[in-house]
T-cell receptor, first 112, second 109 residues
Framework: EAQVTQNPRYLITVTGKKLTVTCSQNMNHEYMSWYRQDPGLGLRQIYYSMNVEVTDKGDVPEGYKVSRKEKRNFPLILESPSPNQTSLYFC???????????FGPGTRLTVL | TQLLEQSPQFLSIQEGENLTVYCNSSSVFSSLQWYRQEPGEGPVLLVTVVTGGEVKKLKRLTFQFGDARKDSSLHITAAQPGDTGLYLCAGGTGNQFYFGTGTSLTVIP
């Protein structure tokens, strides 16, 4: 089954404790992206990647890092999380030739 | 920066009624997409429009892209409870995507 998976689905952590949210897709897509979703603000793009070792900033990259060492994986790293990073995070992928983005199920992060 | 504004933000209607959701921007997009998101899940693509003035139909849903490729509308005919969800528009410029704030639709049986 073609899908995007994220782990963990839920995470409660404390300020300053480094964490990583994993994202993996099995569709051989070149393009992957991370979004955060907040009430009243919609989905905002954090980082995106056009292919292995190619990443670029989206609309709200501050406080986040990403890496793309393999085509299927695109982890999101929060080196020193803060409460304003409490949000619902989505990973998405799409083929380089297409418009449709396939989204993962989301990771709900709470930073205390 | 909120490039895409959706209206209304919330909509509650009776089954069988018609409705229109709007997505407006001051920016031009190379493509515009509509997604539906259900609680606890990621957004799922409904349609992509790329040509100014384009109209696409998906069963009871009609999507229109503005002539200037800055705005779009989604019209639902004879809404059903299964249409309940969060409707999101998204505009693409190159490799970046900007999402609207969303319209939360509730269809009451």
């Amino acid at each position: 089954e073609a899908q995007v998976t994220q782990n963990p689905r839920y995470l409660i952590t404390v300020t300053g404790k480094k964490l990583t949210v994993t994202c993996s897709q099995n569709m051989n897509h070149e393009y992957m992206s991370w979004y955060r979703q907040d009430p009243g603000l919609g989905l905002r793009q954090i980082y995106y990647s056009m292919n292995v070792e190619v990443t670029d900033k989206g609309d709200v990259p501050e406080g986040y890092k990403v890496s793309r060492k393999e085509k299927r994986n695109f982890p999101l790293i929060l080196e020193s999380p803060s409460p304003n990073q409490t949000s619902l995070y989505f990973c998405a992928s799409r083929a380089s030739w297409g418009n449709e983005q396939f989204f993962g199920p989301g990771t709900r992060l709470t930073v205390l | 920066t909120q490039l895409l504004e959706q209206s209304p933000q919330f909509l509650s209607i009776q089954e069988g009624e018609n409705l229109t959701v709007y997505c407006n921007s001051s920016s031009v997009f190379s493509s515009l997409q509509w997604y539906r998101q259900e609680p606890g899940e990621g957004p799922v693509l409904l349609v992509t429009v790329v040509t100014g003035g384009e109209v696409k139909k998906l069963k009871r849903l009609t999507f229109q892209f503005g002539d200037a490729r800055k705005d779009s509308s989604l019209h639902i005919t004879a809404a059903q409870p299964g249409d309940t969800g969060l409707y999101l528009c998204a505009g693409g410029t190159g490799n970046q995507f900007y999402f609207g704030t969303g319209t939360s639709l509730t269809v009451i049986p």
